[in-house]
């Protein structure tokens, strides 16, 4: 079945420092989407990726869309305290979203 | 807005009972779901529908079921809990198409069932 894996599963940084996480898909999809959910919280929408290498940036965030729409990476530059949270990718294919499995984000101050 | 609600934010159950998980959006969106989120596992979706008397399975269905008479509500029932039905559940609802499907989740409810 339709599996999107994302490593790492856990990423501890210093405040400053960058962070990656990568989202891979088994197969393709028809578009990616970001959340982040902070301790405690619910996932909250970030960003969507439709088309085929497709970059987008919200501030110190950027995201990509593989080039076959297998697999996706956020990059966070110069991290602060406020990044603290998981972040999920979650594929569309048909009407089922498919999410990741998340990356923990701690930033040590 | 209220945007999504979910009730109620706490429950405890023992095995074998039964209960419903409420959830309500003002949104007027055609599509809504229900996911579970444990440990190491993300979110897994376990039934979905895309409008009102529409609804379809997820990876994870056993063990629950839906309805969906009107397009604000969209409950979800377990009819014979199990402690493998521990978990935090959260229902989310989106437009389909239009450029984004940008899902919006309720707070969650965080289910024990002992």
């Known amino acids: 079945g339709q599996q999107v894996m994302q490593i790492p599963q856990y990423q501890h940084v210093q405040e400053g420092e960058d962070f990656t996480t990568y989202c891979n898909s088994s197969?393709?999809?028809?578009?990616i989407q970001w959340y982040k959910q902070r301790p405690g919280g619910h996932p909250v929408f970030l960003i969507q990726?439709?088309?085929?290498?497709e970059v987008k940036k919200q501030k110190r965030l950027t995201f990509q869309f593989g080039e076959a729409k297998k697999n996706s990476s956020l990059h966070i530059t110069a991290t602060q305290t406020t990044d603290v949270g998981t972040y999920f990718c979650?594929?569309?294919?048909?009407?089922?979203?498919?999410f990741g499995t998340g990356t923990s984000l701690t930033v040590i101050p | 807005n209220a945007g999504v609600t979910q009730t109620p934010k706490f429950q405890v159950l023992k095995t074998g009972q039964s209960m419903t998980l409420q959830c309500a959006q003002d949104?007027?969106?055609?599509?809504m779901s229900w996911y579970r989120q444990d440990p190491g596992m993300g979110l897994r979706l376990i039934h979905y529908?895309?409008?009102?008397?529409?609804?379809d399975q997820g990876e994870v269905p056993n063990g629950y079921n839906v309805s969906r008479s009107t397009t604000e509500d969209f409950p979800l029932r377990l009819l014979s809990a199990a402690p493998s039905q521990t978990s935090v559940y959260f229902c989310?609802?989106?437009?389909?198409?239009?450029?984004?499907?940008?899902?919006?989740f309720g707070p969650g409810t965080r289910l024990t069932v002992l």
């Open positions: 989310a609802s989106s437009y389909l198409g239009g450029g984004t499907d940008t899902q919006y």
């Open positions: 197969t393709t999809l028809s578009n």
């Open positions: 990726l439709v088309k085929s290498g």
């Open positions: 979650a594929g569309r294919s048909g009407n089922q979203f498919y």
């Open positions: 949104m007027n969106h055609e599509y």
């Open positions: 529908s895309v409008g009102a008397g529409i609804t």
